[in-house]
C-alpha cells in the first residue's frame, strides 16, 4: 500500500476584530478586553454577567505592623535611656570593676633595734600566695576539677590542708583570694616552676587538638614582706611577735603596731583574662614605710642576763623567772628576761603560757626585797636610825598568828642595819610599828610610802597586759595583812616594778618611771627622742644613801644573807628575798619565790639588777643562794659592758648586831 500523506499543519491567519468592538475597521485601535469564560461546569444567571472577585484592604495589616514596630522601638529607646541615662553611673562601675584589678602594696614595716643600732626584728621581701578562682571554673581552666588538682599540687608546698584550699579556689563568683600569707621567695619559686611546667604541657596538648587544660594558670602572688627576729628568742617577750595579717600580735609589736607599720599602697592596673594589660593605664599610691624604733635594751646585756636565768630556772626545776636590769638614773631597762621564753620566727613551738612577758604580767609576794621600803619609812620619818636597837625574839604575837623568821633563832640584838642585813621578819614588824601612834597610824603611812614607789599602779611603760599588781587600801588589810605587808606577804609585784624600788634608792630617792623606748627614726631619717618619764621623790637623798649603805651589809657582812652576790673591786648593795608563792592554780600557798635586788657600785649607783624564780624545786630555794649568783653574773658584765670603773673606796661596815646592856 501506498504511503499516507502526513496531516497538514494549520497555520493560523492574521487575527481579526470582532464583530461590534470599538474602534472597528480603525488601524491600530486597540482590541476589546476579553470577558471571562465561565469556568467548566458553572452556571450564571440568564441575561447576568458573571461576578467578578476582589482583593481585601492591605492598610489594618499595616497599621498593626506599624504599632507593633512603634511599641518595639519604645521599649528599644527606654532601655537605652535607662542604660544611658538613668544607670549610666552603675553599668560604668560594674564595667570598671570587671576591667580593673586592684591589689594592696603592703608598706615595710619599721625595724626594732637595740640602743646600739642593733636589729632585734626587721623584715625580709616575701610572697603572698593568692589566685583567681574564675581561673579554676572548667570553662576556663579545660579541666573538671581544677580546684582539687591545684590543691593537691600546693598543699605540701604552702604546709595548707588540701580541703582548705580546694575551698577557696572553689569560688567562682570571686576574683581574688590569699592562700597563703608570707611565703619565702623559695616557695614562690617552687611554684612558679611548677606552674611553667603545667603550662609548657597545656601548649603541647593544645597543638595536638586537646583542650590545652592548666591547672595552676590562676596562682598569682603579691610582694610583701616577712618579719624576721635575726637573734631567735632574745628579747622575745619585749618584743612579741606579728600575727599572720602582718599586724603586731604581742610585746611591743603590738603596742607600737601604728608607727611600725606605716601605710599601705595601692596599685590599679586593666586585665583581661586574668593578666595584666600594661597599655591600658592604671594608678598608683605608693606605701609609706613604718617608723624604726630604737629601744633602751642593750643586746648583750640582754643575751647575758637570759641565759643566767634561763640556765638557773632548768637547774633549779623551777616554774619560771625574771631578771631586770635597770639604769639607775634614767630608768631605762637594759635588759627584760623571761624564761622559758620562745622564738617569734616559729610560734608553733611556742605555748600560749609563753608568749606573754611574764616580767611584767605575772603578779607575785616579792618577800624580803620589798622590806627596803618597810626601813626607808622609817628611816625618812625618824622613827630609827640604823643603829636602833632591835630586840628580836623567836616568835612575835601580833593579831591572830604567832610570826617567825626564816630560821629559828635564840634571841637576837640587832641594829636597825642588822634587821635588814639578816632579813629578819619579826623586826621588821617591829620597826615599822613605830610609824604611827596607833597600828592604824602605821598601817596608813606604810601604804603612802609603797604607793610612792610605784606599788599598786602600772609602771608608766604601757605595755599590753601589764599587771599594776595588788596593793589593798589600809581599810582592807586583815588583821594578819598589817603584819606581812611591811616585810612583802600580802601584797603583789610585777618583776620591773621592784626593780625600780631599787633604782629609786640608787637614784637618791627620786623614782623615774622605767622605759623602754629611746625613740623613732622616720621614713625621712630624722630621729625622734621619746619623751622624758615622770619623776618623783620618794624619800629624802640623805635617806636614800643610808639605805644604800644598809644594804651594802647585807652583801658585803658575814652575817648579811647575800654574800654570793660580792663582786670584787665593786661596792654592792643589795637584799635577799625569799617569800611564800601562791599556787595559781589552786589559790593557796604552795612553793615559793626567790629573789635578790640590788644595785652598784654601791658609793657611785649605774645599774640595778633585780633577779625572781618561781617554784624552785631541785636544790635551795632561797633567795640568796639561788639569785645572788645570778645577780652577780649579770651586774659583773653589766658593768663591764658600761665601762663602769670599780669603786674607790672601802664600805663604812655599820654594826649588825648589839650586847645587851650596851
Known sequence: ???????????????????????????????????????????TRRGTAPRSLRLGSPRPRLRLVSLGLTLVMLAFVARLLQVQAVDASAYA?????????????????GEITDRNGVALATSVDAHNITADPKLFTPEESKAPDAPQQAAALLAPILGKDVDELVEKLSAPKSRYTVLAYRQTPQVWKQIKDLKAVFAEKASEDKLKGGPGANVLAGVLQEPTTKRVYPNGDLAAGILGFVSADGKGGGGLESQLNKELAGEDGKIRYAQAGGRRVPTAGGSEIPAVPGSDIELTIDRDIQWAAQKAISDQVAESKADRGYVIVQNTRTGELLAMANSPGYDPNDLSQATSAQLGNAALQDVYEPGSTSKVMSIAAVLEEGAATPGTHVTVPNRLHRGDRLFKDDVDHPTWYLTLNGVLAKSSNIGTILATGQLGRTQAESNQVLYDYLRKFGLGKKTGLGYPGESPGLLAHPKDWSTSQQYTIPFGQGLSINAVQAASVYSTVANGGVRVAPTLVRGTKGADGRFTPAEAPEENRVVSEK???????????????????????AIPGYRVAGKTGTANRVDPERGVYKGYTASFAGFAPADNPQVTVYCAIQNPTKGSYFGGQICGPIYKKVMEFALKTLQTPPSGSEPPRLPVSFKPGE
Open 93 to 109: 562601675a560594674k564595667a570598671e570593676k570587671n576591667r580593673y584589678q586592684e591589689y594592696t602594696v603592703a608598706a615595710e614595716r
Open 1 to 43: 500500500m501506498p504511503p499516507k500523506e502526513p496531516p497538514r499543519r494549520r497555520v493560523p491567519g492574521p487575527a481579526r476584530p470582532r464583530n461590534g468592538a470599538s474602534g472597528s475597521g480603525r488601524p491600530g485601535a486597540r482590541p476589546p478586553a476579553r470577558r471571562p469564560r465561565p469556568a467548566p461546569g458553572s452556571t
Open 543 to 565: 635617806t636614800a644613801k643610808t639605805l644604800a649603805t644598809m644594804l651594802e651589809s647585807v652583801v658585803d657582812d658575814s652575817e648579811g644573807t647575800g654574800t654570793k652576790a
